[in-house]
């Protein structure tokens, strides 16, 4: 049993520390709050991550180290930096191999699906803290100082993800309403499941040859917005699934009031066209199979119904 270090418990987070634990190994799981998931194998911390040294100390002897924090959306240019260095720094004293979940913004604007041999070429500002984070961790790993890999995935799906999809459309059509995105509601979309998140992250950790780069998560087929409205209805056994498109002025409008609808804003490009995960390299690295889209919007349906019910 060796010791893991989980940075963050919300959705990616508490996943790979269940998955952690239910492969019987030694879980510490740090939040501000000393939150998370409960489970025997879990221990949870309350300690501040950006913290290089109270990082450090919290990972000694630990085998691997999982950035799955997500500082709030408005404040990426201030909170990302710090934290980002002192996973760095903790992997570098400790030994720990570091392996951060990252996302797709660093590709920027695209017309291919994507593959982890793509360029990074930012288009937005939270695109290139992303790839700051990126270069950063992997400069340090080509200088011998750490070993990383990074896993990105697309829009999240399961249970307490947040996306456009899971915040502005999908409670609206478990009740019957309409629901409403600032995209082309007919373009191919990759939806990726948080639990194959985490199981990419455990995987790439326990496999030296996969370190020094980054794995996109293995994600099934993509599906328009309006394709994945009609099926959560389905499964939801609710009235079918009424979608339209929301007006750019909508969105601006409301970003004057709300912090994470104006930071939608500059990547609202991923919803208005194509916007495709190609995950085939990590697949057949670890042999891992996306999981199923109706079993992931089933989880998603049910987080959301359960919340609903407190």
């Not at 797709?104 to 041999?117: F, I, N, S």
């Not at 200088?143 to 697309?154: D, F, Y």
């Not at 056994?237 to 609808?261: D, I, Q, Y």
């Amino acid at each position: 049993m060796s010791l893991h270090v989980v940075v963050g418990a919300g959705p990616v987070g508490s996943a790979t520390a269940r998955l952690l634990a239910d492969q019987g190994e030694q879980v510490r799981l740090l939040t501000r709050s000393g939150s998370g998931p409960e489970h025997a194998g879990v221990e949870r911390v309350a300690a501040d991550a950006s913290d290089s040294d109270v990082l450090a100390r919290q990972t000694k002897d630990a085998v691997a180290l999982y950035s799955c924090a997500g500082p709030a959306y408005h404040r990426w240019l201030t909170d990302w930096p710090p934290l980002g260095a002192a996973m760095i720094h903790a992997a570098e004293v400790t030994g720990a191999v570091l392996v951060t979940t990252g996302n797709l913004y660093g590709y920027g604007k695209v017309g291919a699906p994507m593959t982890e041999e793509l360029p990074l070429n930012p288009n937005s500002v939270k695109g290139e803290v992303r790839v700051k984070l990126w270069r950063g961790a992997l400069a340090a790993h080509e200088a011998g100082r750490i070993r990383t890999a990074e896993v990105r995935g697309s829009d999240y799906l399961g249970v307490g993800t947040l996306s456009p999809f899971s915040a502005m459309v999908l409670p609206k059509v478990l009740t019957g309403k309409r629901g409403s995105l600032p995209a082309d509601l007919d373009a191919p979309h990759s939806w990726t499941y948080v639990g194959d998140v985490a199981r990419t992250l455990v995987a790439v950790a326990a496999d030296e040859s996969a370190w020094g780069r980054p794995w996109h998560v293995p994600t099934a087929p993509p599906l328009s917005v309006r394709a994945l409205a009609t099926r959560a209805a389905e499964l939801a056994e609710a009235p079918t699934a009424k979608v339209g498109t929301m007006p750019a002025f909508a969105l601006r409008l409301a970003g004057l009031f709300n912090p994470a609808a104006r930071e939608m804003l500059e990547v609202q490009y991923q919803l208005q066209a194509p916007f495709v995960l190609d995950s085939s390299a990590a697949t057949a690295a670890f042999g891992i199979e996306p999981t199923s889209t109706d079993d992931a919007l089933r989880e998603t349906i049910a987080g959301l119904r359960a919340l609903a019910i407190r």
